[in-house]
């Protein structure tokens, strides 16, 4: 194989492999972007669900208020 065909592929070859670093580069960025999301939408979801709670008592305090009057 003459030189400059294995300098060319050799090139090539850097290129991958910088590319696939770069890959998983953006992958680390974008699994733990999705970790964030989660936990966020996990912490949401838990303060809606104790808004729902507190609505719903207050709605059982008022069904009471009106009873008794």
Not at 22 to 48: D, G, P, T
């Amino acid at each position: 194989m003459p030189n400059t065909d294995l300098q060319s592929l050799t090139a090539k070859l850097d290129q991958l492999l910088r590319r696939v670093e770069q890959l998983k580069a953006h992958n680390r960025l974008l699994q733990a972007n999705e970790k964030a999301w989660r936990e966020e939408r996990a912490q949401l979801i838990e303060k809606n669900e104790t808004a729902r709670q507190k609505v719903e008592a207050m709605i059982s305090r008022l069904k009471a208020l009106e009873q008794d009057t």
